[in-house]
């Protein structure tokens, strides 16, 4: 029987608050895979033991787009009945085997949920829900089973076969196939089952672990692909150690797999000992991935390896707590990356970009239409929720505790949560106290209570601070007010706990001792203050002189900061400032000003920059000591979305106008200071995507980027020669891609020869494709021009809609990386979004709900942009038979 989904059904939304116990455990699973794209045939042998603690109940399989054939129990064919997508069968005895047997056709799967084909080869995915697109299952992560794995398949199309685990027994069957079995000697949930089989090569790494412990390490990819093997090789190396060193976590497992394929919905997946990674984030060479390639391939190495134990030794007891294992992991992979960076100023280069990650994309998430708390109380369809707020927010609020009860309770805290409750399902409730029970003496048993409303309230907090200083008694006094606004569903929202570290410079710029009112103790450089109350403040005592705040170093909470500082304070702390990361801040506060002062007085001069802030960025380009890497985020403007975030009324065009004429602005008043920052970085001697390194390339390539700007302001061919040359002589991918970009962004003509010299090189190597579309589309929108490029790029012969990976390098990287080509006033972008939405929508959901996202702050915009958005949406919810992603989407988006 095949299941269709009832599509006039209405979403219903899951409640976190009804969960109840699986009625029935899954003690082991024995399945057997005859693979064949077409037809693939599935035999699931589960041993079931009835969960006593409840009241007797039938049990309830899930199952999507299955073919039935057979349900037996204990070996005799059984009655059951199908209710909507479930199997459900009653008066079963407390203890017993079920087979079932169902077949599914992988090459038809193009939501690429469950086992699919990608490239001849297959992949599964099941987190969250596709174990159930494979077999009926109690597809539920608390259900924790023990796994064994039988392959078939054709020897010579599939000669690997892998799955998770050991491998116990291969061999030859008849008509040229063969088989291999693989058991796995950790019980897990259903969402960390996977299979790979096709033809594949493998780099090989053996290593011995500081325990003494020999491991298997392997990496496969399609032959051709080897040797962009390595640097995924040593991430995992250094994130097997680093685990160790910092954490006490060893690799549990004998051989430790990794598999890429080109069509994958996300980044990566954690599936014990056999993670299945996107390409972008595994295939790596300097001939044809950047710096940022390189930095993202360690991260998600490191994230999906700490997940082996953040997510699958101890797991989710439901995935509303899904933040329990992504905030944790992500805090982990952010400090393994930081751990490598090495000095102070690489550790704090990381902070910032982490940092812009989540202000420019989980603060707009947290003040739009999908807000929704670090642990969700309800959703209707859960890949919608893997979000930003749910990685980056819960990684900050994980972060709040290593703040709360410092590097050394911190690690303490996760030790005592793995004695707890290693090999569960658990919530984000029991990590907190084992944080706090692991640190009694911390500030954070008393406050916990309230620390928790970072789960359960959505929002970004408002903290506003106000500093008094008196002369006469020697104190300063900073008072701190904070505020959330209503979220959807949550009006009023009640004080967070919240760290601000801080310290006060002199007139001098050194950090002043601190020392408050009424206490002994005296702290040199920062303190951490504790924000409980809607309102308080703190006095600081001897203090001689008005100093200036720098508050909340390294963003030591998930808020916006608002206080009154004039521009000489700015400057003060740009110079000065101990903490990199409120430097560097300083000069986005002192843009932030600038452009938001000629954003909305529409009659002033879009170039807003004045002298001093101009001095400020030569001041800092032509410093002695910071690092290139520190001086291209401190010179980087704040981005168009950024920007938006501090309007109350959007008009993206005028957004868009004013940043880039403070850009032009800054390449031509800077112009000898940007020559000679080019001459200083141009050479890097041998590759290496070390930080020193990448952060010089990327100095020289914003230095080429505004010399080739100011050329084309000044009519003058000199430098987009110059990036020519560079673009063809480059000796790896970051250099060459630079100049492209400086060549492309700045509209010059040589970009044309350019753009099809690179696809020439590049025409085999699909990632470096998805760069030059997403280059092209993201390109300054001139004349109205980039709508109809976007279209005919989609015309391409290298353009895809199936292939994730390529559908978002042209159309989501129009619809939300360029705002001004995108915010039409002819609506004609949002037309051509709501036809991509409901094109993608029947191929693969995910990606459809993902783009669908794009117009999530439509009702910020000014007119007309905001009623045709409006329109363009509703017309996308207007639309029968939408899934559940994109359904969930544009139903919160008009609410
Ligand atoms: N657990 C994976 C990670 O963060 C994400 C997989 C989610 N996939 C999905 N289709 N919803 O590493
Ligand atoms: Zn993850």
Redesign the pocket.
Known sequence: MNQILDEQAPATAIQRADYSAPAWWVDSVDLCFDLDPIKTRVLNKMKLRRNTDLPVQALRLDGEELNLARVLVNGQGSTFKMDGNQLVLSNLPDECELEIFTTTCPSKNTK??GLYVSNDSFFT?C??E?FRRITYFLDRPDVMAMYSVTLRADKAKYPVLLSNGNLVDSGDLEGGRHFAKWVDPHKKPCYLFALVAGQLVCREQRITTRAGKDHTLQIYVRSGDLDKTEHAMNSLIHSVAWDEARFGLPLDLERFMIVATSDF??????NKGLNIFNTKYVLASQATATDVDFSNIES?VG??YF?NWT?NRITCRDWFQLSL??GL?VFRDQEFSTDLAGTASARAVKRIEDVRVLRTNQFPEDAGPMAHPVRPDSYVE??NF?TVTI?EKGAEVVRMYQTLVGRAGFEKGITLYFERHDGNAVTCDDFAQAIADANPSSVLPSLLPQFKRWYSQAGTPRVSAQGVFDAASQTYTLTFSQHCAATPGQTEKLPFVIPVVLGLLDANGNDLPLQLEGQDEIHTGSQRLVLTEASQSFCFTGVNAEPVPSILRGLSAPVVLAFDYSDAQLLHLLAHDSDPFNRWEAGQRLAVNRATAAINDSSANPAALDAAYIDAMRAVLRHPTLDAAFKELVLTLPSEVYLAEQLTVVDPQRVHTVRQAMREQLAIELKADWETTYAATQETGAYTPDAVSSGKRALCGMALTHLCLAAVAEGNDQWPAIALQRFKNASNMTDRFNALSALVGSGHALAIPALEEFHALFKNEALVLDKWFALQVTAPDVGGNTLPNVKKLMKHSDFSLRNPNRARSVISSYCQANPAGFHRLDAAGYQFWSERVLELDAINP?VAARLARALDRWSKLAEPYRTNARQAIARVAAKSGLSKDTQEVVTRALA
């Open positions: 690429l949920m995915q987190e969250a596709g919905n996300m980044g990566a997946m954690e998600v994230h999906e997940h997510g294992k992504e992991t859960i890949s893997y990685y995910q």
